[in-house]
């Protein structure tokens, strides 16, 4: 099966979700940005690609997943991204860096497939995000690269977001949650693996602590279990 048909295949129609804003209209070219999977699980047919970074939001493992790495009755943690204004009214005591910025990937979706791959990324990020735009920055250009890039955010009044979490609280639900696409700790180390092999600065100290006692936790288990 193609990656066309792939889409076909796996994309009902669904209302999509509430957008921030629509700079984006049907019959014009359509870049995604991705930050969590959509990094390294590529669903959709693509011409051409940018790896890069954006201003002034966190990524976070602060979404829940009932749908993808987790169950309704024990839901999994994903990424969001979380302004950084917003993050530190909810972690007064670990600020975000000013200047620290989310890396990902943005991908150009094939001529003549933007409908098609819009409703299919509508419902595969159907579990509370919602559509935003951003611009997309590389290190050898002042400028963005590409702006008005469409990425899919879980805010935080959506009835997934998981709200303030300790990390060590994170980690152990993505040590322990699976759900239809796999494990959540499988989620969480492609994209460690796939942000180290993009860039050396592009693992931020968030996801690498994370992934550190995560790491820890599912080596405890299998311990314990022996």
């Not at 014009?28 to 890069?52: A, C, H, K, N, T």
């Not at 735009?133 to 879980?154: A, R, S």
């Not at 709200?163 to 180390?189: K, Q, W």
């Not at 180290?196 to 931020?204: K, M, N, Q």
Request: proline fraction near 8%.
């Amino acid at each position: 099966m193609t990656v066309s048909e792939t889409v076909s295949a796996q994309s009902p129609a669904v209302a999509a979700p509430t957008a921030v804003n629509t700079p984006w209209e049907d019959g014009q070219p359509l870049w995604v940005f991705g930050y969590g999977s959509i990094i390294y699980r590529v669903d959709f047919p693509i011409e051409d690609q940018v790896f890069g970074y954006i201003h002034s939001r966190k990524r976070a493992f602060l979404q829940k997943s009932h749908d993808h790495r987790g169950t309704p009755t024990r839901p999994g943690r994903v990424c969001t991204l979380i302004p950084h204004t917003e993050w530190n009214s909810m972690f007064p005591r670990d600020p975000a860096d000013p200047d620290a910025v989310c890396w990902g990937m943005a991908y150009k979706v094939q001529s003549g497939m933007e409908q098609q791959v819009k409703q299919h990324l509508d419902f595969r990020e159907k579990d509370g995000y919602t559509e935003d735009f951003v611009d997309v920055f590389v290190e050898q250009n002042e400028g963005p690269v590409v702006q008005k890039v469409l990425v899919y955010v879980g805010v935080s009044d959506n009835p997934s977001f998981a709200g303030p979490s300790t990390l060590d609280e994170t980690a152990r639900v993505i040590a322990g949650a699976e759900g239809p696409s796999g494990t959540n700790r499988e989620y969480l180390f492609k994209l460690c693996d796939s942000l180290r092999l993009h860039h050396p600065r592009a693992l931020d100290p968030y996801l690498a602590e994370l992934e550190t006692l995560v790491r820890t936790y599912v080596a405890s288990d299998k311990h314990a279990l022996q």
